[in-house]
């Protein structure tokens, strides 16, 4: 139980250009997810809360018009890079509590998209 | 600000030893830790929580001690083996309401190689 899916699981695209990344609870609903973003040998960040039906809450620093995220369904939060820049390329990791906002709740996280921008 | 803080970059164990993992936090508002175990280019995997109201929560093989006082905890894998290679991440929570509700912070992570 408790799995989360990402798709796609490796992008490779040009500058300038929009990536989408979709995070699927399978066998839950998950009222909440998060996006986290991990560079190189360091700590998964959180960049955003996205909550099912309302606007994503970003963390400070996290460009929210460049991060774009949906959150349509109990099931589904997208992640849209938009014009992407090799700057963003990294590892992008969603992950969703099955308790949605509970304090504490454990969290699942994705296998992952890693992102490369040419 | 690190607020969570894995000193140990690496740790390298015998098989059947125990493997000791530290964690390390500054924000008095967290309540709630959870160690997660990654591999390269996969998601983390949860392992083990523990609430504030406790010093310590076991599982199988592993078990997390939480030292409130001291703002550390530890997880403990004990008999290690191979197949617990990965890194491994401390996170915590603070049940503080508002946005910072269910947000975790994470710690750098600890490269834990188990050798044969």
């Known amino acids: 139980g408790a799995v989360v899916s990402q798709h796609p699981s490796r992008v490779i695209c040009k500058s300038g250009t929009s990536v989408k990344i979709e995070c699927r609870s399978l066998?839950?609903?998950?009222?909440?997810m998060f996006w986290y973003r991990q560079f190189p040998k360091q700590s998964l960040m959180l960049m955003a809360t996205?909550?099912?039906?309302?606007?994503?809450?970003?963390e400070q620093g996290v460009e929210k018009d460049k991060f774009l995220i949906n959150h349509a369904s109990l099931t589904l939060s997208t992640l849209t890079v938009t014009s992407a820049h090799p700057e963003d390329s990294s590892f992008y990791i969603c992950?969703?509590?099955?308790?949605?906002?509970?304090?504490?709740?454990?969290?699942?996280f994705g296998p992952g998209t890693r992102l490369t921008v040419l | 600000d690190q607020q969570v803080k894995q000193n140990s970059p690496s740790l390298s164990v015998q098989e059947g030893r125990i493997s000791i993992l530290n964690c390390d936090y500054t924000?008095?508002?967290?309540?709630?830790f959870l160690w997660y175990k990654k591999y390269p280019a996969e998601g983390p995997t949860f392992l083990i929580s523990?609430?504030?109201?406790?010093d310590k929560n076991e599982d199988g093989r592993f078990t997390v001690f939480l030292n409130k006082s001291a703002k550390h905890l530890s997880l403990h894998i004990v008999p290690s083996q191979p197949g617990d290679s990965a890194v491994y991440f401390c996170?915590?929570?603070?049940?503080?309401?508002?946005?910072?509700?269910?947000?975790?912070?994470f710690g750098q992570g600890t490269i834990l190689t188990v050798h044969p």
């Open positions: 992950s969703a509590s099955p308790a949605g906002l509970a304090g504490g709740d454990t969290q699942y």
């Open positions: 066998d839950f609903q998950a009222t909440t």
């Open positions: 996205s909550n099912e039906g309302s606007k994503a809450t970003y």
């Open positions: 924000n008095s508002m967290f309540d709630y």
């Open positions: 523990i609430s504030s109201i406790k």
């Open positions: 996170a915590a929570s603070a049940n503080a309401g508002g946005t910072s509700y269910g947000k975790l912070t």
